[in-house]
Structures are given as C-alpha cells and as structure tokens.
C-alpha cells in the first residue's frame, strides 16, 4: 500500500455515508473508553494512539474530553475532512499522515492502542501488528475489531457469504463492481479468523488476549436469552469458540 494525495473515489463514499456531528459518537467512544477501562486506567495522563481514524471523531472527541490521542491515518483526504470537523467544535486533532505498514511509530511510547475496523484494509497486517505491540508501553493495551471471514451476514460489502469468498474472487468481484481504484485503499485485503488473530496477537509479544466473551459480563446483558446463551458460552469453551468464529467481528482486547 502506499499514500495517495489524489482523491480516490471509495474514500469520497465512505466520507458520504458518515456523518459529521461528534454527539453521533458519543456512545460508541464510552464503549471504547469502557472496554479499555477493564484492563487499565484512562486519565488526562494516558497516551492514547488511534490507527486509522477515518472521519477523526475518536481523536476529536478525546480532546474535547481532555484526554490525550494521536492519530496515524493513510488518507489526506481523511485527515483533510478531520481538521473540518474539529473547525466546527474549535480544536484540532494531533492526526499525522503515514501508512501503518511502514511508520515508525517508536518504541514503548503508548499506554493504548485503538485500531478499529482498520486491519481488514492493511495490506501487510502482520507488519503492522509489530509496530503497534512495539509501540505500546509493558502492560499497554491494545483494542482490535476487525472483520470475521465466517459472518453469515454482511458487513464490508451488503452481501451474505461475502467474506467467506477467496481472496482473489473477493478482491475481482469488488473491482468489478466499483473499479480498480478500490484496490488503492478500501478494500478489505483481509477477513480474519479469532484463532489465526490470538496467534499473531501471542506472537508479537502480548501476553493477555481477551475476546469478546471474555470481556462481556453476563450482568451487563440485557436480554435475559443472550445472557444466558453468554453465560454457557463462557462456561463451555467449544461452544464459545463456535460463537465466535460466526460472529459479527473479530474482537480483541490485548495487554502487553
Ligand atoms: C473503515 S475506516 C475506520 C475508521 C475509524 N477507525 C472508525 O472506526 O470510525 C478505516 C480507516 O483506516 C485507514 N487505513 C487503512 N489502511 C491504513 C494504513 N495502512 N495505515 C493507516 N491507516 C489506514 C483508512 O484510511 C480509514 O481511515
């Protein structure tokens, strides 16, 4: 992968169908913030980098919250719409142009890492794995969604069974259907599997690694069926782990 300054049409529909108002995120930005909070404090003190921060709300929204955020993000295009955004709220977000694969992100800098619907579009995702376990501090964390390949519904394209296609038809069917330039950022060169993801996560140096079942407590669960059906998946390790690989997402949280 590598930068492009030109406008390129998948990112110009992707800014469409986002919306510009900081307020719309609130609740997806407690989840985050709640999510890490189960396994390190988040203060005014806390450096925080996100990777891929598309429109820029999680970064805006943390400085309007004073909390600390850095932002690695491949589009100037994106970068470009993010400092719009802030102008209307009266900040600006610290976001730097650079591609996840090939930036030097340091090394022990971060307390907590954010890469969220992100590594599906990271052409050499396991390089850029190594950057962030490098860059986070020991006892750092490290929040990862991402796509799962065994879906049944949709969610990178509208359709059932998309991820499950091969790479080469996945990557031909979307050129097909928008063009060439979807394959210079946009598309999803990935769709993970949980199993395939603890091992990278293992292998680059993290030594906790909680999935979605992990992280969610019973209690929290409202619906009294999905509690219990959570409760058995916590209990009954194959059946979680048959949960999991249907699922909507791949979900992590990891601490180094
Ligand atoms: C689907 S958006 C998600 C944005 C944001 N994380 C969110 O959840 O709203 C994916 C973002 O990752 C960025 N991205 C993709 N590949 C990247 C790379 N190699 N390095 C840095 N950013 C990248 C895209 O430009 C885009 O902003």
Redesign the pocket.
């Known amino acids: 992968?590598r930068i492009h300054h030109e406008k390129l049409p998948e990112i110009t529909r992707?800014l469409e169908s986002q919306g510009n108002k900081l307020e719309d995120k609130e609740g997806q930005y407690q989840n985050y913030l709640s999510l890490i909070r189960k396994v390190h404090p988040v203060d005014a003190n806390t450096r925080i980098l996100?990777?891929?921060?598309?429109?820029g709300?999680?970064p805006l929204l943390c400085k309007l919250r004073g909390l600390s955020c850095k932002g690695?993000?491949?589009?100037p295009q994106?970068i470009e719409s993010a400092f719009e955004i802030g102008k209307a709220y009266g900040i600006e977000p610290d976001i730097e142009l650079?591609?996840?694969?090939d930036t030097d992100l340091g090394r022990e800098k971060y307390d907590v890492v954010v890469a969220?619907?992100?590594f599906e579009?990271?052409e050499r995702w396991r390089s850029?794995l190594e950057k962030l376990a490098a860059c986070l501090k020991p006892g750092g964390v490290f929040l990862f969604i991402s796509t799962n390949k065994f879906f049944i519904g949709h969610n990178e394209y509208p359709w059932r069974f998309y991820g499950w296609l091969p790479n080469w038809l996945r990557y031909r069917f979307r050129i097909w259907k928008v063009g060439p330039e979807v394959m210079k950022?946009g598309i999803d060169f990935n769709q993970f599997r949980h199993s395939q993801l603890k091992k990278a996560f293992r292998k680059v140096g993290f030594r906790r690694i909680l999935d979605r079942i992990d992280v969610t407590n019973p209690e929290d669960v409202s619906s009294p069926l999905k509690r219990r059906i959570l409760t058995i998946c916590k209990s009954l390790g194959p059946v979680g782990k048959l949960a999991l690989t249907f699922a909507d997402t791949t979900f992590f949280v990891c601490v180094k």
């Open positions: 992968m992707y996100e990777v891929g921060t598309g429109t709300w999680f690695l993000e491949i589009s994106l650079g591609n996840l694969e969220v619907c992100v579009h990271v850029g950022l």
